[in-house]
């Protein structure tokens, strides 16, 4: 389905229906689409259509449902496109089953010529379906967070950093609250092997005794529990304590300098996304966003490198997207740096 959303050119909807998980949830803007979808449906007649069982007068049911024919769709889409997967759900729904996940994620593995865009609440779940079945995301595929609010940030976004994809950002729509990227804690030390952060080390010792060491704060140096001697993380191999990994293989622990460096290096967190997406709230009962907000997201995305795409913006009371109206400051319309984005 064409859509108006800017940052896309496409939305595709094999799999339909969700539940409210977090503040963002709470004016649904696919709910009110959906539940427009099922009024439709029983005005023509049909006593069964796909929405009849994920929606009803009042909203989401919890109930989900997967589309054959929908499915189909991208393989015969032969001009490339940008395409926003489950617009009307959360691919990544606790209720979906795996199987239909890796359903959608085949037909993106046979059409190369598209980029799929994937944005999600949940995390976690994709995580474990990833983990569980030994899948990983085709090339072609780029995945996103929404991230409304700093604690939904802090939740989700070291989530994301663990799944690997061509392209990882994140979706600060609806902006309930100003967000502060720096303070995300993700962990002391990354392991590149299996993309885990963690914070202490399984098997670390001093060099210089062979003592357990302990780590030291605000600084990517460690220190001997038993002689006391500070000496560098960075030349210590210690063990990743989700997959073991010791560095043998070239994929070497090192330390993480988000969490060492918290508060001596701003734009540690961010500088590690591809993108970075922010704007108002719309519709029925939209809440307020400070232009504030926005200028600290720009103005972060600009100093880590990252490119930000502003999408709305509360204008005298109305939000908009015509940039004509904006501060000359935040007309920012910026896409990932990789082959394929615009």
């Keep these: ?45 049909i006593d069964r259509g796909k929405y009849y069982e994920v929606t009803d007068a009042y909203g989401w049911t919890g109930k989900l449902g997967f589309d054959e024919k929908e499915l189909q769709k991208p393989l015969h889409w032969k ?6 997967v489950s617009s009307m759900g959360d691919l990544f729904h606790g209720s979906v089953p795996f199987e239909w996940v890796f ?82 804690y993700l962990g002391d030390m990354y392991c590149p092997a299996c993309r885990k952060f963690f914070d202490d080390p399984k098997d670390w010792t001093s060099p210089c005794c062979g003592a357990l060491a302990e780590p030291v704060v605000h600084g990517c140096t460690e220190r001997c529990d038993e002689c006391k001697e500070v000496f560098d993380a960075d030349r210590q191999i210690p063990t990743c304590p989700y997959c073991n990994n010791t560095g043998s293989d070239g994929h070497h622990i090192q330390p993480d300098y988000v969490g060492c ?14 993108w970075a997406i922010v704007g108002a709230e719309t519709g029925p009962g939209k809440r307020p966003m400070k232009l504030d907000w926005v200028e600290k997201i720009v103005s972060d995305c600009k100093a880590a ?25 935040l007309c920012v319309r910026q896409w990932p740096k990789i082959k394929g984005a615009k």
Aim: hydrophobic share 35%; with cysteine; aromatic share 10%.
């Design 103 to 184: 359903k959608v994620l085949d037909v993106m593995r046979k059409c190369p010529q598209h980029t799929f865009q994937i944005l999600t609440k949940r995390p976690e779940f994709a995580l474990r379906c990833f983990e569980l079945n030994d899948h990983r995301l085709p090339d072609n595929v780029w995945f996103g967070v929404t991230c409304e609010n700093q604690e939904t940030a802090d939740l989700r976004i070291p989530k994301l950093l663990e799944i690997p994809a061509a392209v990882r950002f994140v979706s600060i729509e609806p902006g309930l609250s100003e967000i502060d990227f720096d303070q995300v």
């Design 1 to 45: 389905m064409t859509t108006k959303i800017e940052w896309t050119n496409q939305t595709w909807n094999p799999i339909v229906g969700c539940s409210k998980v977090s503040p963002g949830c709470d004016n649904c803007y696919a709910e009110r689409m959906a539940r427009r979808q099922y009024w439709m449906e029983k005005s023509r007649g």
């Design 261 to 274: 460096f918290s508060r001596d290096k701003e734009g540690a967190v961010l500088e590690k996304l591809d």
């Design 79 to 84: 001009k490339p496109r940008m395409i926003f």
């Design 305 to 329: 490198g990252v490119p930000c795409f502003v999408k709305k913006l509360p204008i005298n009371g109305k939000v908009t997207g015509d940039m004509s109206k904006w501060p000359a400051g």
